[in-house]
């Protein structure tokens, strides 16, 4: 037991620590980005984002994959939040990661082996369209300034490797956010930045109940949400945790990440966030900047 905590969690604490840096910058755009399309405040995407992370650290089966709140999970929810509001879709949330703790019983995190290279090469090629595309939008109507930072910071990330010593010893995502960062600030550029997304929470989430009637009209609201909340979820973790397996050449227990998703989505339902998953783009940021570790999530 000792020996497998501290594989887990201190055997790469200089790696984790720098990596889980990087994700944690990179989240908090992205966390506001899926608010605003699930049609919630952005103090939604964050707490979950937070939380989940977390959790899912503890109690995951994929040490290095990073879970938060995602773009699929927006989606499904958005229609439940536009008809019912927010508090349905928390209590959804709950629902859906009481489903995945149940599917992680039952064992459905085994099927994962009967999923071919060809699909888990589809789904990366396929999310890998998605987020550029989404990419796009701040890139037009924009001064020739926004042109220069992203030049730059693209030669930053694919250059600064090749710089001795410090290129091995930090990850260049990490120096591109910090130095760029700094630049804009000490010139005082006119370019957008995360506080211009939405605004951004000033205290730490408190627990609180769904404020929903507790009967079967609320629970036959909600229960096509929850059941596809579930699925999404499970499916697009599963993929990920693959994809790290690969990356990494070790092995995860499925059906414990299928609990800990479940748990991870029910603690978020409980401080106000919203439901999450792996999240493949920010899980391959943190094994390429070293992260391999529980403390890096």
């Avoid at 959804?92 to 149940?102: D, E, R, S, V, Y």
């Avoid at 042109?147 to 995502?173: D, E, Q, R």
Wanted: aromatic share 8%; proline share 4%; charged share 10%.
């Amino acid at each position: 037991m000792i020996d497998s905590i501290k594989r887990d969690w201190f055997s790469n604490i200089k790696g984790d620590t720098l990596s889980g840096t990087v994700v944690a910058l990179a989240l908090i755009p992205e966390a506001i980005a899926f608010s605003i399309i699930a049609g919630v405040d952005p103090k939604v995407g964050l707490y979950a984002s937070f939380c989940i992370a977390v959790v899912i650290s503890i109690f995951g089966g994929r040490p290095a994959m990073i879970s938060a709140a995602t773009g699929a999970m927006a989606l499904v929810m958005m229609d439940l939040i536009k008809d019912h509001g927010l508090q349905y879709m928390l209590a959804a949330t709950i629902l859906a990661g009481l489903f995945q703790i149940i599917s992680g019983y039952l064992k459905l995190g085994n099927l994962m082996r009967f999923v071919s290279k060809s699909v888990v090469t589809g789904f990366v090629n396929a999310l890998a369209i998605l987020i550029f595309m989404a990419q796009l939008p701040e890139l037009t109507n924009v001064t020739w300034v926004v042109y220069a930072m992203t030049a730059a910071g693209l030669g930053i990330i694919y250059l600064f490797p090749y710089v001795p010593v410090l290129g091995k010893n930090l990850p260049s995502p990490l120096v591109c956010i910090v130095v760029l960062t700094i630049f804009s600030m000490m010139n005082g550029l006119n370019i957008n930045t995360v506080s211009d997304m939405g605004e951004l929470p000033d205290s730490l989430p408190v627990f609180l109940l769904p404020d929903i009637p507790l009967n079967l009209d609320t629970f036959l609201i909600i229960l096509p949400y929850s059941l596809s909340l579930a699925v999404v979820g499970l499916l697009e973790s599963m993929m990920t945790a693959t994809i790290v397996d690969e990356l990494t050449d070790t092995t995860s227990d499925k059906n414990r990440e299928c609990k800990g998703q479940g748990v991870a989505n029910i603690f978020t339902g409980f401080i106000g966030g919203m439901a999450g998953c792996g999240m493949i783009g920010q899980t391959v940021i943190n094994v390429k900047s070293g992260g391999r570790g529980r403390l890096s999530t």
